[in-house]
């Protein structure tokens, strides 16, 4: 195996990997990335055994076919190291020995046969569902705030996805909810009776956040009975699903609140960062006194001290108490697209529905807490 590949392609690729191979080093042939020289290709493959990353670099120059494994971290931290637009040049000296030179740098990395690398299959049936690229990742932003932590809750930890119609109009809607807050997007498709409903993994979520971030190409996917693959270009990404059942969202999302509050959007989440600044936990509550003109908000810890500040909004109700986690309110708030976010409330102890009149597919709920 022998390959001259340029340090800026292959340090792309190898940066994505990071999010996927196994760092806990249980099983070390989980901590190595695959290189894979085969028909006019490098192929880079990592995985978890839940989430794999595969990527194909077609500019490369192979002098002999060839692969083997070696630790994606410390064949990342060289390329990190090693000055942009140069050429490496990879030789296996050995089974368990690969030869990397650049310039005036000369490594011996350590390999593992690619025997005990895993197998995979990325054989799905049926037509791919296209989606655009940016807006799905805007739906996994919105979204991706509110999934759970919670391990033995594991049908929370991660997003959603279903088919949902409004208006004679499919979509595809993602939500997550940890129980404390939901937040829920929906992009409009092409009807497509081949997607089953699925819940995406967190690990996942964020790998392919990063992906899509970083990345123009086309996007499809396609699922199967207990996978999902991503096509992005050279990439794919494919994920086990979440076997479990999501709860019945939509019985939590009020429906007739009827006090509205409309606050600036900047104005809110800056006003929230400075009065939590007193207190050393960020997951104290940030206690909300409206009234019909302004929002007067504080924070009061026994620890450090207290902070208050009145920010103008527009209400029309009666005067209302209610509390929050300060951190949670902060989340929302930085996904809302429009300068004003509005805040639909029943009484000071309800779900309270939040709204971005910029984006009609996307909501919020949260529930108060108890100070």
Known sequence: MQFIVKRDVLLKSLNFVQGVVEKKNTLPILSNVLLQLK?????IIATDLDLIF???IHDVKITKEGSTTTSAAILYDILRKVPSNSELNFELKSENKLSLKSDNSDFNLLCLPT?????????FEGPGTSLENKKFLKLLNKTKISISNDDTRHYLNGIFLHLTTAHGR??????????HRLSSSSLEIENNDNFSSLILPRKTVFQLCSLLTESNEKLSMQTSENKIKFNLGSMKLISKVIDGKFPDYKKV???????SLVV???EFINSIERVTSVSLDRKEGVKLAINKENVQLSVNSANSGEGNEIIKANFNSNDLNIS???KYLIDIASEVEDKDLKMNFKDSVSPVLIEDASDKNSYYVIMPMKI
Not at 170 to 175: C, H, I, M, P, S
Not at 253 to 259: F, H, T
């Open 39 to 43: 028909e006019n290709k490098l192929s």
């Open 54 to 56: 595969h990527d194909e």
């Open 115 to 123: 025997d005990n690398f895993p197998t995979f299959s990325d054989e």
């Open 170 to 179: 499919n979509f595809l809607t993602g939500v997550a909810t940890d129980s």
């Open 253 to 259: 999302v009020p429906s007739n609140n009827d006090k």
């Open 264 to 266: 600036p959007s900047k």
């Open 324 to 326: 929050f986690n300060s």
